[in-house]
């Protein structure tokens, strides 16, 4: 069974730091990324890996998040830093192999003070 499980979420301050997990069962993904939705908005894109290592990163997080990858864990992770309330979503991760895309369940990311 393929199946996506994140950790890590909660709640930070301004200027905090948050490290989310993502293990992945079942399948070696392609491509792993983590994407985020904000209430009342669309889900986007955070960044995303190849199992070659391969890194994307959208301009949202640019210079504050690390995206990095234990394919012998089958596991990626988002390294967070400087963390803006602006940061505050659901953060979803994404498996892609072939034509097919799965996702974990989410966890929830909240920036405040």
């Known amino acids: 069974q393929v199946q996506l499980v994140e950790s890590g979420g909660g709640l930070v301050q301004p200027g905090g730091s948050l490290r989310l997990s993502c293990k992945a069962s079942?399948?070696?993904?392609?491509?792993m990324g983590w994407y985020r939705q904000a209430p009342g908005k669309q889900r986007e894109l955070v960044a995303t890996?190849?199992?070659?290592?391969?890194?994307n990163y959208a301009d949202s997080g640019q210079g504050r998040f690390t995206i990095s990858r234990d394919n012998a864990k089958n596991t990626v992770y988002l390294q967070m830093h400087s963390l803006k309330p602006e940061d505050t979503a659901v953060y979803f991760c994404?498996?892609?192999?072939?034509?097919?895309?799965?996702w974990g369940q989410g966890t929830q990311v909240t920036v405040s003070s």
């Open positions: 079942g399948i070696i993904f392609s491509i």
């Open positions: 994404n498996g892609k192999f072939a034509l097919a895309s799965y």
């Open positions: 890996i190849t199992v070659g290592g391969s890194i």
